[in-house]
């Protein structure tokens, strides 16, 4: 997983405040991915990202949450005035650039931001 | 919409049995992934599919791609310690790149 690179590991914010997750893709990557897991569960899609575009954000709450990969820089994924039920570990992953539409190439996972709010 | 189950939901082994799982789903995959998650980390890929009756092998690992596309399984042979987790099978929603993931096997070794 040393590939693709998350921070802050865990992160604890109080009701109200802001959360951002950083992700630096795999190198030679520049498709992105968030998905949340809950405990107990499988992983989630939130959103797809490639360099300065959002591609599908489907999965993503339509309130308080905000992800963007910008020209330089790793990707952000931004949580506004959180909540409890935003309790999660949130990973991201990359796939190669050159590999089609990118739909069968496999995504690397980081080890994840662990949020906690208390 | 589609959904992956996997079965077992966990299981308890001794060192040194083989171990199955699979992976169904009611709709087609066009490629199937297993991954393994460790606590506090995230998920490892182990084996990709890529078509249908392929059988793919990482080391003790072997997995294969069912002939309907709708299912697919994964063995460990000779199991050890450091083979506790939890195995994930995941597939790219029909022609697009959102992973969705099943409800995972968490699999315990016992030494």
């Known amino acids: 997983n040393a590939g693709v690179m998350q921070n802050p590991r865990h992160l604890v914010r109080r009701r109200g405040q802001e959360a951002r997750l950083r992700c630096s893709p795999m190198?030679?990557?520049?498709?992105v991915y968030w998905y949340r897991q809950l405990p107990e569960e499988g992983l989630k899609f939130m959103v797809y990202?490639?360099?300065?575009?959002?591609i599908d954000e489907s999965g993503m709450p339509k309130e308080r949450f905000s992800a963007e990969f910008p020209k330089e820089g790793p990707s952000i994924l931004r949580i506004q005035q959180v909540v409890r039920g935003d309790s999660a570990a949130y990973f991201c992953?990359?796939?190669?650039?050159?590999w089609g539409q990118g739909a069968g190439q496999p995504q690397h996972f980081g080890d994840g931001t662990r949020l906690s709010i208390l | 919409g589609q959904q992956l189950n996997q079965s077992p939901q966990s299981m308890f082994i001794q060192e040194g049995e083989d171990v199955s799982m699979n992976c169904t789903s009611s709709?087609?995959?066009?490629?199937w992934l297993w991954y393994k998650q460790d606590p506090g980390e995230g998920p490892v890929l182990l084996i990709a599919?890529?078509?249908?009756?392929e059988l793919t092998s990482n080391g003790r690992l072997t997995a294969q791609f069912g002939i309907t596309r709708k299912d697919s399984f994964l063995n460990i042979s000779a199991s050890i310690p450091s083979d506790v987790g939890i195995y994930f099978c995941?597939?790219?929603?029909?022609?697009?790149?959102?992973?969705?993931f099943g409800t995972g096997t968490r699999l315990k070794v016992l030494a």
């Open positions: 992953a990359s796939s190669p650039t050159n």
């Open positions: 709709s087609i995959f066009n490629t």
């Open positions: 599919l890529y078509k249908a009756g």
């Open positions: 995941a597939g790219p929603t029909s022609g697009t790149y959102k992973y969705i």
């Open positions: 190198k030679g990557h520049s498709h």
């Open positions: 990202l490639q360099k300065e575009n959002i």
